[in-house]
């Protein structure tokens, strides 16, 4: 199986910066059969929202939610073992844990639900505070 396992969190000042990674492991059969890492939030009385996906194709392609894009950056080295989320000019809602998630098919939009996903990580708390 696969094993996602997220660090990184932390508490930071509005305006600040954070880098979550996302460590992935497992049988190779099962790694090498992902294609779509994501990351999700779900902050305090809010439902759990994807913010941002990256494929493993040939394009990498990537998708943000309209509420971080130009701030949060998704990336994967390339052997496609860790994902990463970089948070810059944080908000007092960007406040929320944070978790990872792989699948075997592509995401083409970050419009997706819990079930769309096989495997999740347990998640890291981000908070920030004005």
């Known amino acids: 199986q696969v094993r996602l396992v997220e660090s990184g969190g932390g508490s930071v000042e509005v305006g600040g910066s954070l880098r979550l990674s996302c460590d992935v492991s497992?049988?190779?059969?099962?790694?090498?059969?992902?294609?779509?890492m994501a990351w999700f939030r779900q902050g305090p009385g809010k439902e759990l929202e994807a913010v941002a996906v990256?494929?493993?194709?040939?394009?990498?392609?990537?998708h943000y939610a309209d509420s971080v894009k130009g701030r949060f950056t998704i990336s994967q080295d390339s052997a496609n073992r860790t994902a990463y989320l970089e948070m810059s000019s944080l908000k007092p809602e960007d406040t929320a844990l944070y978790y990872c998630?792989?699948?075997?098919?592509?995401?083409?939009?970050?419009?997706?639900?819990?079930?769309?996903?096989?495997?999740w990580g347990q998640g890291t708390q981000v908070t920030v505070s004005s």
């Open positions: 497992g049988s190779l059969s099962y790694l090498e059969s992902l294609e779509c």
């Open positions: 990256i494929n493993s194709d040939s394009r990498r392609s990537i």
């Open positions: 998630a792989a699948r075997g098919w592509s995401c083409v939009s970050v419009v997706l639900l819990r079930t769309d996903f096989r495997y």
